[in-house]
C-alpha cells in the first residue's frame, strides 16, 4: 500500500514537472520572439514592419467602422477611419490670419490699469457695464491706443537703476548691473540663447503638483506663444512637501515635460521646490495700516537677538521683521495650498500668478510695467467689491498690500481664499490698493455661464466651459451670433489636405519641423499618442490613411480661427476641466494648431513672429478622436 502512494506521488511529481518544463518553454519563446529585431514592432507606435504582412497580425485588423491599430505610446487599440482621421484632415477651411494683433508693444509699453477697470466696471458703486462683455473686450481689441502709453524715456522701465528693482533677478545678472542694455543693442532669444532685455525681467509663477499633463504643456506653449521671452521667466513651483524629489522627477523622470528641457537649458523655465517658508520677510508697518497689531512692549531679545513684536512677527538685530509660523500652524496648513502659494510667492518675488488652467492670448506685460501693479480678477459678476478672483493675480514684491494679504490669511486662521482676503481688505478699506479688473480680460464666458450677462454675446459666444473642447458639427449654436466682421475667406480643402500630405511625407523637406520625427517616450501621454512622419508614410502605404472625404468626417475643419477667439482678452480660462480633451477642430484644437505651426516654423504668433527658439514637439493625439 505504502509503495503505491509513493508511486502515486512520484508520477504526480514527474507529471508536475512536465507540464512546468512546457509552460517555461511557451514563456521563453514569446521572450524570444518578441526580442526578435525582425518581428519586434516598429518605433513607438507599435506599428510593425507587417504592415507588409509580417509580425503579429492581432495588431491590426480592419472592422466595420474603420482599422484598428495598437499604438505602443497608447493603452487602448485605436480604430481609425482611413477617410478622416488626424492624419489627413485639414486644419481650417478659411485662412487663418496668424498676426491678427499687429506689432508686439514696446518692451517699456505700459497700460492704464485704472483706464481698463473704469471703462469695464463703470462707476465703483454702480458697476454699471459689468455685465456687458461684450462692449469690454470690444474696448481692449480696438483701443490700445487709448489704455497702451509709452512713458516719457526717464520715466521708463528700461532707464530705472536694476539695483532698485523689485525683481531679484530684474536684469539677468542677480540685480548687479547698473542699468539695462539699451534697447537697440538687446539680443532676442534664438535657438540656444534667451537673449537680453532692455528692461526688467518679469517673473510669471505657476504651481503644480504630480506627474506633467496636457494642462501643463498647453500652459507652457501658450506662455512661449505669445509673452516676451527675453523679458520674461516662468518660474514653475512643484510641490516638494508631498514629493521632496518633484524637481528631479520632473527633469528626469517624466516624459511628458522632456519636450521642454531645453527651455530649462536655456533659461526660459526654471524649476522650485515649493516648501512652505517657516518664516517670511516683512516689511516694517509703519503707518500701522497691515494689521500687525504691534505688541505695546516688544519681548525680550533670545540668543539670536530676535524679539517678538507682534503675534506671529518677530524682529531681528538688523531690524528686519519677520513673519514666523508656529509649529501648530504649520501642521495646519491650508488644504488648498495653492491658494496660500499664490500670496507667498507673489510677495517674496513679485510679478504675476496664473493658475494651470489659463490660457495665455496676449503678451502680459504691459499689465505688470506699471508702478502700481497689484491686480486680480472679479469673481464672476458677483457686485460686491471684495469678491476677487485670483486665478491671474499680480502684486509689487516686500509691499504694503502684499504683507497686508499675507498676513490677513495668517489672521483669518490660515484661510487665504480670495473672497475671503478680499472682503477682509474691503471692510478695512484696502481694497482700491488691489484692483479689480472684469472677466472680460481674463476669462470672458465667465459672466455667461452664470447667466449674469447683459448686452451682446461674446465672440465666440460659449455658453459653458466644455464647449471650448467641442469640434462636432453643430455641436455649438449660435456661436457666431454677434459676430460683425468681414465673411472669412474659404479654402479648398483637397488642395489644403494634398499639401498636408506632401510636407508629411517628405517631399518637401525644409518645411518638416525638426521635432516632428524625433522619437518620444512611450508614457508621452498615459492615453495618448504621436507619430513619426516615417510611421505615418507607413500607415499611408498600408491603406490605414487614404484620401480625405468631408462627408465622413465626425470633426470636420470649420471656419474658427485664433484671431476670433475673445479677441482682446489676455486669457482664457479653462476652469478646471481637468479630464476633458480638445476634439478636432474644437476652439481649443485651433489653438494647439497656432501652437504647432508656429513651433515648427510655419506660422507666426499673433504678433507676426516666427519661432527661433529650440524645437519643439507638437501636441499628441487623443485616440478617441481618431
Known sequence: MAESSRARAFFTLLKNLVLAAGLYAIIYGIITLVGDQSVRAKGKLGIPAFLDKAGPTELIKTTKSGVQVKFASSTKTVTINPHANVFNRPVTAVKNKDDFMGPRPHVDTEADL??????????????????????????????EKRYYSLPEEANRASAQDPRKAEYADADGHGRMLSKYVPVDEARPANGSDIGTCPGPIVPFHVYWTGPATWRVEVFIKSYLYTQNLACSRLWLWLDSDRNPHAVEDMMTKDALFARFLPFVERGDVLLKAWKFPSRIPLPKDENNKNGYGYYSTPGKPNSKGEKAVA??????????????????QMTFLPVAVSDAVRFVVLHIHGGAYFDMDVLMLRDMRPLLLPKEHAFAERWAAHPHPGDYNTAIMSLTANSSISAYMLYGGIRMG??????????????????????????????????????????????????????????KDGAIKDEWESYDGPQLETIDLQEAQSKELRKRGREDDENVPASASAPISKSEHVESFQATLDEEVELRHAGVVANYILAEDKFPPNNRTLENFFRGAWTYHIHNQWLKHPEPSSWLSVLEHSHDGFFAGERTNPYGEKWTGPSLMPYNYWPEFV
Not at 483706464?115 to 462683455?133: D, F, P, S
Not at 512677527?313 to 519677520?322: R, T
Not at 482676503?421 to 479689480?436: H, I, P, S, T, V
Open 414 to 471: 490660515l484661510n487665504f481664499h480670495p473672497r475671503v482676503l478680499g472682503r477682509m481688505a474691503w471692510k478695512e478699506n484696502r481694497d482700491q490698493e488691489f484692483l479689480m479688473l472684469e472677466t472680460a480680460a481674463f476669462d470672458p464666458i465667465w459672466t455667461e455661464f452664470n447667466w449674469d450677462r447683459e448686452g451682446r454675446c461674446t465672440v465666440p459666444c460659449l455658453r459653458d466651459y466644455g464647449a471650448a473642447f467641442k469640434g
Open 311 to 328: 503675534e506671529n512677527i518677530v524682529e531681528d538685530k538688523d531690524g528686519q521683521q519677520w513673519l514666523v509660523l508656529t509649529p501648530k
Open 114 to 143: 485704472h483706464m481698463l477697470v473704469e471703462e469695464c466696471r463703470g462707476t465703483y458703486n454702480g458697476i454699471e457695464k459689468m455685465r456687458n462683455v461684450f462692449d469690454c473686450l470690444q474696448f481692449f481689441a480696438n483701443d
